[in-house]
């Protein structure tokens, strides 16, 4: 199956500071791609919808000045967390998107990155 | 009530067992994907599904549109197998047309 990788896998910061999480599809392009927040023993939830080159679009009671996404190219989309606090350490996951060769879509999910804020 | 509900949402078997786990959902759906997440957190994708059945080493799902209902079989379990197993659908409806809905996760431990 096609590949997504997450940078970093793991990354502790003080409160305060902004993190950058990049999410690539490694061998394939990512028509759309999908940034999920995981609580412990909970499941995945949409964060935000990212298309290249135009505005993500947000779950409702997500703010967009906090999660700024930025989806430059079809490989490539970050999530930065500003000006982060404790309530914002969490297991944050990234999923590509493509085309699937017999129509419809084939989803890839990242392994995810553990924000921890001190 | 939850558009996905898995079942059961713990499960324990003996190593070498054949495993069930079960998913049911409410909405009109694209497609059916059957997750793995490991502890460490990783998720991988077992199978995406939208009729009928899939096979892929020791590892069955299966998908009953009518019913509303897709299953996921594990033979000869190993400890190995030990993960959340997640269902998500593709809606294709409504304001979640087009995003994946989530089960709860069904927590598997297979003992040696």
């Known amino acids: 199956g096609a590949v997504v990788s997450q940078h970093p896998s793991r990354v502790i910061c003080k409160s305060g500071t902004s993190v950058k999480i990049e999410c690539r599809s490694l061998?394939?392009?990512?028509?759309?791609m999908f940034w999920y927040r995981q609580f412990p023993k909970k499941s995945l939830m949409l964060m935000a919808t990212?298309?290249?080159?135009?505005?993500?679009?947000?779950e409702q009671g997500v703010e967009k000045d906090k999660f700024l996404i930025n989806h430059a190219s079809l490989t490539l989309s970050t999530l930065t967390v500003t000006s982060a606090h404790p309530e914002d350490s969490s297991f944050y996951i990234c999923?590509?998107?493509?085309?699937?060769?017999?129509?419809?879509?084939?989803?890839?999910f990242g392994p995810g990155t553990r924000l921890t804020v001190l | 009530k939850n558009e996905v509900e898995q079942s059961p949402q713990n499960l324990t078997a003996q190593e070498g067992e054949f495993i069930t786990i079960n998913c049911s959902y409410s909405?009109?759906?694209?497609?059916l994907h059957w997750l793995q997440q490991h502890p460490g957190g990783g998720i991988v994708s077992l199978f995406m599904l939208s009729s009928g059945k899939k096979k892929h080493g020791r590892l069955i799902a299966t998908i009953n549109i009518q019913e509303k209902h897709s299953s996921l079989h594990i033979t000869a379990s190993h400890p190995r197998d030990s993960a959340v197993y997640i269902c998500?659908?593709?809606?294709?409806?409504?304001?979640?047309?087009?995003?994946?809905?989530f089960g709860q996760g069904t927590i598997l431990t297979v003992h040696p």
């Open positions: 998500a659908v593709r809606s294709t409806g409504g304001t979640s047309y087009g995003k994946l809905t």
């Open positions: 061998d394939f392009q990512a028509t759309t």
């Open positions: 909405v009109g759906i694209s497609a």
């Open positions: 990212s298309n290249e080159g135009s505005k993500a679009t947000y």
């Open positions: 999923s590509a998107r493509r085309v699937a060769a017999g129509g419809g879509y084939e989803q890839f």
